[in-house]
């Protein structure tokens, strides 16, 4: 079993040494571009594992994608960071170049691999990735949905000092501002978030988790990796085991929720075939308004892609 992490920043980094430390898979592939910089976070994670007590094998590789072949799982990382001030749409033109190349080089020696993309800006990397790649909706799919709900449920559980471990939660829609929150589905210990907690207060938690990835990058002049990078691991060792979780992921959705065509969250059940199937949950009229201007939004992005590529 091999997996590769595409990108050996904070996020592909924190990701590879997840999978090492949780013995996801036999080898761990990361790859850069810049010299000698996956080798020396790969040869640091496996020196760990006598410490930590891991097998996984990680290697780093600088450029050279023949190493990856036949991996089961690829996440692509790669792409630039956002910095304070920047939009994740700021970041389009370059990181869809970014990620297109990636793409070719994945499916070239690892034609039958699941992607998994965590670039930014994230649904329409997914679009890029997706549309690069050839391959069906349901190998090519991004993270976003785990890492939104994760902090969401983070911030409720200190909310209401509460284990993180009790509190269920989904989230649909883009990754970012226009996420759309599903309180009516958020339980804590089975017990339902809005017996527990003020309708202001839970407001005031659903906006802050909107902003999440904001609130970090003004504090650390750089995009979160901790949580991100733990997330696409989530998302590897589901397929890998193939224990089919219901997770938030970006997938293009064909009809559902009466949507064509656009890359949205959505709740999905994930095993080794990558996505096994999309569940449409009963939205009532104001969630499916918030979908419909998360909708309108990563549209409008799909379509600057689009008019990039024509122009180019």
């Not at 007590?53 to 450029?63: A, H, I, K, L, P």
């Not at 809005?194 to 990058?217: M, N």
Request: glycine residues 10%; aromatic residues 4%; proline residues 4%.
């Amino acid at each position: 079993m091999k997996v590769t992490v595409v990108g050996a920043g904070n996020v592909g980094a924190t990701c590879a040494d997840v999978l090492a430390t949780r013995e996801i898979a036999n080898e761990i592939v990361l790859v850069d571009i810049k010299e000698g910089f996956a080798e020396g976070k790969a040869l640091d994670i496996w020196q760990k594992s006598p410490i930590i007590g891991y097998d996984s094998r990680t290697v780093g590789v600088t450029g050279d994608y023949s190493r990856t072949a036949d991996s089961e799982v690829v996440v692509i990382t790669s792409g630039l960071p956002r910095k304070p001030g920047m939009s994740r749409d700021d970041l389009i033109s370059t990181n869809a170049g970014i990620v297109k190349s990636v793409t070719e080089q994945v499916v070239k020696y690892s034609p039958n691999a699941i992607i998994i993309v965590v670039s930014n800006p994230l649904d329409v990397m997914t679009y890029q990735a997706h549309l690069t790649s050839g391959l069906p909706r349901e190998k090519v799919f991004g993270m976003a949905g785990i890492l939104d709900t994760a902090r969401y449920r983070a911030f409720l559980a200190e909310a209401l000092n509460v284990s993180p471990k009790d509190i269920q939660a989904v989230l649909m829609g883009g990754h970012g501002d226009t996420m759309v929150p599903l309180p009516r589905y958020t339980t804590v210990g089975g017990i339902p978030v809005t017996e527990l907690i003020g309708k202001a207060e839970l407001d005031a938690i659903v906006q802050r988790t909107a902003v999440g990835g904001g609130e970090l990058v003004k504090l650390m002049g750089t995009s979160a990796w901790y949580a991100p990078g733990a997330a696409a691991a989530q998302m590897v060792e589901a397929i890998v085991r193939d224990q089919r979780r219901v997770f938030p992921v970006c997938i293009k959705l064909e009809g559902e929720y009466g949507i064509d065509g656009v890359y949205l969250g959505a709740p999905v059940i994930l095993g080794k075939n990558g996505i096994e199937r999309v569940i449409e949950l009963q939205l009532n009229d104001e969630e499916k308004q918030l979908l419909e201007t998360s909708r309108g939004h990563v549209k409008e992005v799909m379509e600057a892609l689009d008019n990039m590529t024509q122009t180019a």
